[in-house]
């Protein structure tokens, strides 16, 4: 049913994921980030597309144009209004210790593939090996967040959370059921807006998008 | 017929929530707001007694699930969503007579705190393990805004904490549902039936057990971050204190139920695949830490809510232990503890809420002599603090021991570890509230009368529990607790 070459493609777009969840994490400028994330968007949904072509599952395909449609062209476009609005365009973030990063970033990928090998045993042809790229592009995310001290990038993780774990769920076990994935697509457009209401509120009370003023709250 | 009336139950705040979305500003907001809580508990009322007649069953092709188990958790959150909004109408217009909120905030907070209940509602019963992520995540964006409705730096930075780090703790959630689904789709095959509970716990001896496992681990530390279990917690006490006082004790009595109900439906499914006790060993770890840390942080909380929060995360850890061992004495007991913890919780919130009012100050060394200014607020605020504490004869007291004996039974290394944690608790907790009742006041009168009816309505309620359980209510437990094995 499903030819080699498939299998190789989805591969690549596999590595192609986790790639960019390295370069998000490393990338200081918000537009590009920004950027990035529309491109991780792009992979995704053309990934969910091959697998829906490949296995012949027809609500993948109303996946991956979900995914086209609220990854690739939505939020982003919903994100560069608000740092247009929010004048935070060219914003550079320093960051810290790219290198240690990167490294503890190695260090997360070869733990999730080492959690993932007994379950990729388990499953057959296409999807093997793809949980433990997808667990690996969540814990980078994951990563990301605690990495990053404005709130925009932290959004942006956040959402690249989500890339990977929607990966997770389309290539790893060929979707899940389309009421589920619509409730999530839901949750996300959802929890975007809200924190734009939020970019805002903090604007107005900080001066500033940067979370290291809200580190005041303490047990004392 | 049981369509009908499960949609009765969340039609009604559904309904609640967009009346409110265009009425929220109007005078009578308040008054809507009680009425359609009203009729989701006179809806739960309806439901429950058609599931306790009749047994667990199913509406809806299946989507929706209703057993002894969640029936009793709906019928305790219509009914403490119906109180509390019966406090926070005096609450709230006070707030607003201080200038602390607008019109358009108090709209925000109508029209969100119905559509919250919706989505708690859905999360109990719902028989899809992925519709009860949906829920839950929905339930954690309506309260979002609700946390930062003050919009004071210190709530921005409380929201902001609770937003990301439930975010990503639902996320870990997410992954642990589709490993799950990843597990049922190679034994129910792909489509709808794959991640319907009630099929899978029909198949859950077929289930792939490595893949179990991991699942477990993700959902455990998902849910288990709205739970608040240490170490996750660090949003929950932020949260609570900085949140309007109606929002901390939804927050407190509801919400960690419904995500620890999550917790338990997977367990279940969990320990039957693997015929192991993992997934309960796992609950009982968090569920000791969370007792032991949360109840040496009481210690240095100087503000009130702040403290009541530790208290909750203390309360969550004892249940999330009590149904991690399971057997029909612990998991008899955890429920009852989840009901009277609700009860007594919401109950000390309002009650603080207005002794809040009264000082205009949350930091427990300013309020002072509750009793002289106001005995009710005084009275509520004792009584419930001494029901919390694990006092006979109220019916906290009842469950802690029917836990702590049950640990002596089964794991008795683990009383100690409760015990001196329960002591250190009473004394932290009894030292600070002790002069804020009683001691010289500074407090001022209020515009509006409290509602403190809610308080003694719950405090009576808990107090009956422990003296006297009717015994169709302790058949429903036991029912119940069987269910869950």
């Known amino acids: 049913m499903q030819t080699p070459f498939l299998l190789q493609f989805i591969n690549l777009l596999a590595a192609l994921l986790l790639l960019i969840a390295f370069a998000m994490l490393t990338q200081r400028r918000i537009l590009s980030l920004i950027n990035l994330f529309a491109l991780q968007g792009a992979v995704l949904s053309l990934s969910t597309f091959v697998v829906a072509f490949s296995t012949s599952q027809h609500h993948l395909y109303y996946s991956a144009g979900l995914t086209l449609l609220l990854k690739v062209l939505l939020l982003p476009w919903l994100l560069h209004r608000l740092i247009r609005k929010l004048n935070v365009r060219w914003d550079v973030e320093t960051l810290i210790n790219i290198p240690t990063t990167m490294l503890v970033g190695i260090s997360l990928v070869i733990f999730s593939f080492n959690l993932a090998a007994p379950i990729a045993q388990l499953s057959e042809g296409l999807t093997r090996g793809l949980i433990g790229i997808a667990l690996a592009s969540v814990l980078l995310s994951l990563l990301m967040m605690l990495t990053r001290r404005k709130a925009v990038s932290q959004v942006v993780a956040f959402l690249s959370l989500e890339n990977g774990l929607f990966f997770a769920a389309t290539s790893a076990t060929q979707g899940m059921p389309l009421v589920v994935e619509l409730g999530i697509a839901l949750d996300v457009l959802v929890a975007t807006f809200i924190f734009g209401i939020f970019f805002f509120q903090i604007r107005e009370t900080f001066d500033s998008l940067d979370i290291a003023h809200m580190e005041k709250l303490k047990d004392d | ?485």
Request: proline content about 4%; charged content about 10%.
């Open chain 2, 1 to 485: 017929m049981i369509d009908l009336q499960l949609l009765a139950l969340l039609l009604a705040p559904l309904l609640g929530g967009a009346l409110l979305a265009v009425f929220g500003s109007r005078k009578w907001a308040a008054e809507l707001n009680s009425l359609m809580s009203f009729f989701t508990f006179a809806a739960s009322v309806i439901l429950t007694m058609r599931v306790i007649d009749s047994g667990p069953q199913v509406a809806f092709h299946e989507q929706f699930f209703i057993d002894q188990f969640n029936v009793f958790l709906v019928a305790l959150t219509a009914f403490v969503a119906f109180t509390t909004s019966l406090f926070s109408r005096p609450y709230m217009r006070i707030e607003q007579h201080h200038g602390k909120l607008t019109t358009g905030m108090l709209h925000l907070y109508y029209s969100m705190y119905q559509m919250f209940t919706f989505a708690m509602l859905v999360a109990l019963t719902t028989n899809n393990m992925g519709i009860v992520w949906v829920a839950m995540e929905a339930a954690t964006l309506t309260t979002v805004l609700l946390v930062s409705l003050y919009r004071t730096p210190a709530s921005l930075e409380a929201a902001w904490k609770y937003f990301i780090l439930c975010g990503v703790g639902i996320a870990l959630a997410l992954f642990g549902t589709i490993l799950l689904y990843f597990a049922a789709e190679r034994v129910l095959g792909e489509g709808g039936t794959a991640l319907l509970w009630t099929h899978l716990n029909e198949v859950k001896g077929e289930l792939e057990p490595t893949v179990l496992k991991l699942a477990f681990v993700f959902l455990l530390v998902g849910y288990g971050t709205k739970v608040g279990l240490v170490p996750l917690h660090s949003w929950l006490p932020d949260a609570h204190a900085e949140g309007p006082t109606p929002v901390s004790a939804v927050l407190s009595g509801l919400l960690l139920n419904v995500a620890l109900c999550a917790v338990v439906r997977s367990k279940v499914l969990v320990d039957g695949s693997l015929g192991t006790h993992f997934a309960g060993y796992l609950m009982m770890g968090f569920g000791l830490l969370s007792v032991v840390v949360a109840s040496f942080s009481l210690f240095r909380q100087k503000d009130i809510k702040r403290m009541f929060a530790y208290s909750s995360i203390e309360h969550m850890g004892l249940i999330t232990f009590a149904l991690g061992m399971g057997g029909p004495v612990a998991t008899f007991a955890g429920m009852l503890h989840m009901t009277v913890h609700s009860l007594t919780k919401s109950a000390i919130f309002f009650a603080v809420g207005h002794a809040v009012q009264k000082s205009g100050t949350q930091v427990m060394e300013n309020i002072r002599g509750m009793l002289q200014v106001s005995p009710t607020v005084g009275w509520g605020l004792a009584i419930g603090t001494f029901a919390i504490l694990g006092m006979p004869p109220f019916g906290v007291f009842a469950s802690e021991f029917l836990i702590i004996t049950t640990a002596m039974h089964e794991y008795p290394w683990t009383t100690p570890f409760l015990l001196i944690a329960l002591g250190v608790a009473f004394a932290a907790i009894f030292g600070k509230i002790q002069p804020v009742v009683f001691g010289e006041t500074t407090a001022k009168r209020l515009p509006h009368s409290p509602a403190l009816i809610p308080v003694f309505v719950h405090l009576l309620l808990v107090l009956m529990l422990g003296l006297y359980m009717p015994p169709y209510l302790a058949d429903w437990y036991r029912q119940a607790a069987a269910l869950l094995g």
